[in-house]
């Protein structure tokens, strides 16, 4: 539990009163959190590029709320935060942090439902993971907390080219800007599932004094 | 019967031409069978050291393997696995799927893209053989780690765990999991006795080995009263059972079974429940006085 972060945010009178979670400086969170969660820090992409961790997070008290709190019409923030064992431990525990651009992904996600009809499915490890996740070799999106790897939509697995590409089509249609994998097996694609991100997108509340 | 033979060794001596009548009969190409008894102590090493493709069977190390992790702390039994169908071949990496259709249910297949507890991947692990539930442990643990808890353990011998299931590029380049009857007895003699990390551990394997649905093997010639914690593998040349068989007032007995078929070959659940049966009347029936 993070024992007094400098910045706790949503207090605003313009913030969203539906949107109860408390913004946290992650610089001030706890050493094991800041081990993993490495706000602000740089981080290589593939390419070598470095990029920059966010360093503003929601606080997420519990799994009950976040099965409550909605980020977007049809998506709860739960369907973000799933992490399987291979997560840094004290991440999966609450309080869980997650990026604040975690709201973007999620209304672009509506976008996309709204362009395929039916439900969307982000797998486990496939919404916000940590760059301590064994999942995370070099820079992901995913650490931003603005990447999405859906699974299935509606009836349809995306576990073969067709489902992929013809949905990851709708994906770049719908949301200008966004990236999806291609196709295939070797490192940088996808076979089994479709990944969209928006890229290394960091958000700033607007109350953060540095 | 030599003069010097004792009366135990003679029934010995019977029990394994009973065994060879078995293996000549049913058209396998080769059976092994390794037998320990614990309430008599009796032992029988029957062709126990050779090797023979492990199949399904290689999934009782992996469950010491996972409970090994449990053990060290690295993993809770209620610890959560991603189920994803996609494994890397240890020829090159290069990415393969586990069919459907081979796991006998679809519970780990209904999973894909969420997630289930290891506990119940290894419940279907052993239970209904789910590949896909093995390929996900082995996984998260690592064969490294499997083979290092067995080395712990001392009973590394005899099993030797290169890979996941259904690997099939490792297949064509011969690289197989290998057991011998032995090394799985030693294994399953550990189990049974409460000593692979602690009772309570052990307890739980065995629960999980006791939950085994496919019991065309071991278990079918048995009486009504008999329990048995097992693990079966078949695949197109070798049909295995290997497990402990817990009757009413005795101590239990371990009992592994290996053959070897031409893929076209028939008859090989009923020759495994025949040696089985054949165990059964012969620590059940016979004089222990000598």
Same mark, same amino acid.
């Given at each position: 539990?993070?024992?007094?972060?400098?910045?706790?945010?949503?207090?605003?009178?313009?913030?969203?009163?539906?949107?109860?979670?408390?913004?946290?400086?992650?610089?001030?969170?706890?050493?094991?959190?800041?081990?993993?969660?490495?706000?602000?820090?740089? !981080?290589?992409?593939?390419?070598?590029?470095?990029?920059?961790?966010?360093?503003?997070?929601?606080?997420?008290?519990? !799994?009950?709320?976040?099965?409550? $709190?909605?980020?977007?019409?049809?998506?709860?923030? !739960?369907?973000?935060?799933?992490?399987?064992?291979?997560?840094?431990?004290?991440?999966?525990?609450?309080?869980?942090?997650?990026?604040?651009?975690?709201?973007?992904?999620?209304?672009?996600?509506?976008?996309?439902?709204?362009?395929?009809?039916?439900?969307?499915?982000?797998?486990?490890?496939?919404?916000?993971?940590?760059?301590?996740?064994?999942?995370?070799?070099?820079?992901?999106?995913?650490?931003?907390?603005?990447?999405?790897? $859906?699974?299935? $939509?509606?009836?349809?697995?995306?576990?073969?080219?067709?489902?992929?590409?013809?949905?990851?089509? $709708?994906?770049?249609?719908?949301?200008?800007?966004?990236?999806?994998?291609?196709?295939?097996?070797?490192?940088?694609?996808?076979?089994?599932?479709?990944?969209?991100?928006?890229?290394?997108?960091?958000?700033?509340?607007?109350?953060?004094?540095? | 019967?030599?003069?010097?033979?004792?009366?135990?060794?003679?029934?010995?001596?019977?029990?394994?031409?009973?065994?060879?009548?078995?293996?000549?009969?049913?058209?396998?190409?080769?059976?092994?069978?390794?037998?320990?008894?614990?309430?008599?102590? =009796?032992?029988?090493?029957?062709?126990?050291?050779?090797? =023979?493709?492990?199949?399904?069977?290689?999934?009782?190390?992996?469950?010491?393997?996972?409970?090994?992790?449990?053990?060290?702390?690295?993993?809770?039994?209620?610890?959560?696995?991603?189920?994803?169908?996609?494994?890397?071949?240890?020829?090159?990496?290069?990415?393969?799927?586990?069919?459907?259709?081979?796991?006998?249910?679809?519970?780990?297949?209904?999973?894909?893209?969420?997630?289930?507890?290891?506990?119940?991947?290894?419940?279907?692990?052993?239970?209904?053989?789910?590949?896909?539930?093995?390929?996900?442990?082995?996984?998260?643990?690592?064969?490294?780690?499997?083979?290092?808890?067995?080395?712990?353990?001392?009973?590394?011998?005899?099993?030797?765990?290169?890979?996941?299931?259904?690997?099939?590029?490792? =297949?064509?380049?011969?690289?197989?999991?290998?057991?011998?009857?032995?090394?799985?007895?030693?294994?399953?003699?550990?189990?049974?006795?409460?000593?692979?990390?602690?009772?309570?551990?052990?307890?739980?394997?065995?629960?999980?080995?006791?939950?085994?649905?496919?019991?065309?093997?071991?278990?079918?010639?048995?009486?009504?009263?008999?329990?048995?914690?097992?693990?079966?593998?078949?695949?197109?040349?070798?049909?295995?059972?290997?497990?402990?068989?817990?009757?009413?007032?005795?101590?239990?007995?371990?009992?592994?079974?290996?053959?070897?078929?031409?893929?076209?070959?028939?008859?090989?659940?009923?020759?495994?429940?025949?040696?089985?049966?054949?165990?059964?009347? =012969?620590?059940?029936?016979?004089?222990?006085?000598?």
């Amino acid at each position: 539990m993070s024992s007094s972060p400098v910045f706790a945010g949503n207090a605003g009178l313009n913030e969203s009163p539906n949107f109860p979670l408390r913004v946290v400086d992650g610089l001030t969170l706890p050493p094991e959190y800041r081990k993993a969660l490495r706000p602000g820090e740089e !981080w290589k992409d593939s390419t070598g590029r470095a990029r920059q961790l966010p360093r503003y997070f929601y606080e997420i008290p519990s !799994w009950d709320s976040a099965m409550k $709190i909605e980020l977007a019409t049809h998506f709860l923030l !739960w369907e973000f935060i799933q992490v399987d064992v291979r997560e840094a431990p004290p991440l999966r525990t609450f309080p869980r942090y997650v990026p604040c651009a975690i709201t973007l992904l999620a209304v672009c996600l509506e976008r996309f439902r709204e362009a395929v009809g039916t439900l969307v499915h982000i797998s486990a490890n496939g919404g916000y993971r940590s760059p301590s996740h064994r999942f995370s070799k070099n820079a992901t999106p995913h650490a931003w907390g603005v990447a999405a790897n $859906i699974y299935r $939509i509606g009836d349809t697995y995306l576990d073969n080219r067709s489902a992929i590409e013809r949905f990851s089509l $709708i994906a770049r249609e719908t949301l200008p800007g966004i990236w999806t994998r291609p196709y295939g097996a070797p490192t940088g694609y996808a076979e089994d599932h479709l990944h969209l991100d928006l890229g290394y997108v960091l958000s700033v509340p607007r109350d953060v004094n540095s | 019967m030599p003069k010097t033979e004792t009366p135990t060794a003679a029934r010995e001596r019977a029990l394994r031409t009973q065994i060879e009548n078995i293996e000549n009969e049913s058209g396998a190409n080769a059976i092994a069978v390794a037998l320990h008894d614990a309430e008599t102590g =009796f032992e029988l090493h029957y062709k126990a050291d050779r090797w =023979f493709h492990a199949a399904s069977t290689i999934k009782v190390p992996i469950l010491l393997g996972a409970f090994a992790a449990i053990d060290r702390g690295e993993l809770l039994p209620h610890s959560r696995v991603h189920v994803r169908n996609r494994f890397l071949s240890v020829v090159e990496n290069i990415p393969f799927r586990v069919e459907s259709g081979r796991d006998a249910n679809s519970a780990v297949h209904n999973a894909i893209g969420k997630m289930m507890r290891v506990d119940e991947l290894a419940y279907h692990m052993i239970t209904t053989s789910s590949n896909l539930a093995t390929n996900l442990l082995l996984g998260v643990i690592g064969a490294d780690a499997v083979n290092r808890t067995l080395k712990e353990l001392d009973v590394d011998d005899g099993i030797e765990l290169k890979r996941g299931v259904e690997d099939e590029l490792a =297949f064509e380049k011969g690289i197989n999991n290998m057991v011998t009857a032995d090394g799985l007895l030693r294994i399953l003699v550990l189990l049974s006795e409460g000593k692979a990390f602690s009772p309570a551990l052990s307890r739980r394997m065995m629960d999980i080995l006791h939950g085994q649905e496919f019991n065309q093997g071991i278990p079918a010639r048995l009486p009504k009263g008999a329990r048995v914690a097992h693990k079966t593998g078949e695949i197109s040349t070798v049909a295995h059972d290997a497990g402990v068989v817990y009757l009413p007032k005795r101590k239990p007995y371990v009992i592994v079974i290996l053959t070897e078929w031409d893929p076209a070959a028939t008859g090989r659940s009923r020759t495994i429940a025949a040696i089985s049966h054949t165990i059964y009347e =012969f620590l059940t029936q016979g004089p222990p006085d000598e």
